[in-house]
C-alpha cells in the first residue's frame, strides 16, 4: 500500500534515515489491532473528554489536533483510518516510516502545531481510539508497543520538521474532479492528506509537475480544513501557462503542488457590517466568506452583509444565494456607491489588480476607512 501521505508537506531535503537501534519501532501490535480502532462503530467518548483527563501541561494537545484533522466527523475518520492503516502495514520497515514521518513535519509546523507537543499529541489520540469501540483489549505488552509506536512517529515527523525550517512547505494534492464551466474557466476539487490552511479571501498557490519552478495564485471557493478539499476557482488570464495548464490539461487523478496560501483573509471577525465586492470572474473568494458566515450562524445572522456582483442570475453557476446566510443582500451589479453612506461597513474586495484598485477607491470615496478595506487580487 502507497503511504497516503507522500509528498505531503515535504521539502526538498533527504529526510535523515533512523542510524541505530534507539530508532528502531517495538514490536508492534496484533496487526489487526490498530485498525478494528477506526473501522466503524460511532465514537462513544469525544476527544475533548480525552483531553479533560490528561494531565494539564498535555491538554493543549486537543487544540493541536483539531488544527491537523478536518472538522468533518467522517472526513477526520478517513484520515485517522488511512494514518493507522498506512502505519502498521509499514512498521516493518523504518527507513520508509521515518521518512513518511519526516515528510509531514514542515506541513504540521505550519498548522501551527511545534515538534516539541508531537509525542503528547500521539498519546491523546492513540487514547482517543482505544476510548471507542470496537477496540479490542490488548495485553499490557501490546498497548505499550502502540504507544512507543506512536511515540516514534511522533520524534521522526518532529526531526523533519526541525531539519526543514527554513525551506518551502508543500502540499501534494490530487485532482478529484476537474469541472470546465466554460472555455476560460474550471473548478478543480483537490484532495490533501493535512489539512491547507487556506482562510477565506486568501489565495491558494499552485505548480504542476509540467512546469517546474512556476506558481500562479488561484481562488478558492471552499473551506479547506472541513474536508481536507481544496475547491479552485480558476479562470484564465493572458500569458497564463500554469492556469492554462490546469484549465485544459489537468484531469483527475493528477497531482498539485500547494504551497502556502498569499493574501489577507476576509474581515470575518469584524463585527460591522460587511460589504463584498466581486469582478465577474472572483466570485470564489466571496463564496468562501459567505459558507464560512453560514457555518457561523446564529451569531453572524446578526451582521448585515451585502454582495455586490455583476452577474444576472441565469448565469449563476455558484447558486450565490443559496449558500448566503439569511438575511444577505446580493446586488448583481457593479458597485458604485450610488450616494449612500458606507462609513460604517467593512469591506473585502476581489478581482483584478485593475478592478480592486478602482473599487478601493470608490469605497474610500464612500466614506469607508482605508484600514477597514481588505482587496484581494488575481490576475
Known amino acids: 500500500m502507497s503511504a497516503p501521505w507522500v509528498g505531503i508537506g515535504t521539502t526538498d531535503r533527504t529526510p535523515t534515515q533512523p542510524t541505530d537501534t534507539g530508532d528502531r ?40 489536533l483539531h488544527a491537523l484533522l478536518p472538522t468533518d466527523p467522517a472526513a477526520r475518520r478517513e484520515t485517522v483510518r ?14 520508509v516510516v521515518a521518512a513518511r ?3 509531514l ?28 469501540p470496537p477496540a479490542p483489549a490488548l495485553r499490557a505488552d ?14 521522526w515527523t518532529a526531526g523533519g520538521a526541525t531539519g526543514a525550517a527554513h525551506e518551502p ?32 479571501g486568501t489565495r491558494a498557490v499552485a505548480e504542476v509537475r509540467r512546469l517546474p519552478g512556476r506558481r500562479r495564485e488561484c481562488w478558492v471557493g471552499n473551506l479547506p480544513n472541513t474536508d481536507r478539499t481544496v475547491e479552485l476557482h ?19 487523478g493528477d497531482r498539485v503542488t500547494l504551497h502556502l496560501p498569499v493574501g489577507d483573509p476576509a474581515p470575518l471577525d469584524d463585527h460591522r457590517p460587511l460589504l463584498l465586492i466581486a469582478d465577474r470572474d472572483a466570485i470564489a473568494p466571496i463564496r468562501a466568506t459567505l459558507i464560512a458566515l453560514r457555518c457561523a450562524a446564529p451569531a453572524s445572522t446578526e451582521r448585515e452583509v451585502v454582495v455586490h456582483w455583476p452577474t444576472p442570475i441565469e448565469r449563476d453557476v455558484y447558486r450565490l444565494a443559496d449558500l448566503a446566510p439569511p438575511g444577505t443582500h446580493v446586488i448583481r451589479d457593479h458597485f458604485t456607491g450610488d450616494g449612500r453612506d458606507w462609513s460604517e461597513y467593512t469591506a473585502f474586495v476581489a478581482g483584478t489588480a485593475a478592478s480592486t484598485a478602482a473599487d478601493a477607491a470608490r469605497l474610500r470615496d464612500a466614506g469607508v476607512a482605508p484600514e477597514r478595506i481588505v482587496t484581494a487580487a488575481v490576475g
Request: proline letters at 12%.
Open 25 to 64: 519501532p517495538p514490536a508492534p501490535p496484533r496487526v489487526d489491532s490498530p485498525l478494528t480502532l477506526v473501522r466503524g462503530g460511532r465514537p462513544t467518548r469525544t476527544w475533548e473528554s480525552i483531553g479533560g483527563l490528561a494531565a494539564p501541561s498535555e491538554r493543549h494537545a486537543l487544540d493541536d
Open 105 to 132: 513535519g514542515p506541513a504540521i509546523t505550519a498548522l501551527g502545531v511545534p515538534p516539541q507537543r508531537l509525542e503528547a499529541l500521539a498519546i491523546l489520540l492513540i487514547d482517543a481510539l482505544r476510548a471507542n
Open 101 to 103: 514521518c519526516a515528510d
Open 234 to 252: 480558476i479562470p484564465l488570464h493572458r500569458d497564463d501557462p500554469v492556469g492554462a495548464d490546469l484549465v485544459e490539461r489537468t484531469t483527475p
Open 169 to 200: 512547505v508543500r502540499w501534494s494534492a490530487v485532482v478529484t474532479s476537474h469541472d470546465r464551466l466554460r472555455a476560460d474557466l474550471a473548478v478543480l476539487r483537490l484532495r490533501t492528506y493535512l489539512p491547507y490552511p487556506c482562510p477565506p
Open 142 to 155: 501490546e498497548e505499550a508497543a502502540l504507544r512507543d509506536a506512536g511515540r516514534l512517529a511522533a520524534r
Open 82 to 95: 488511512e494514518a493507522v492503516t498506512w502505519l502498521v502495514d509499514n512498521l516493518g520497515n523504518p527507513g
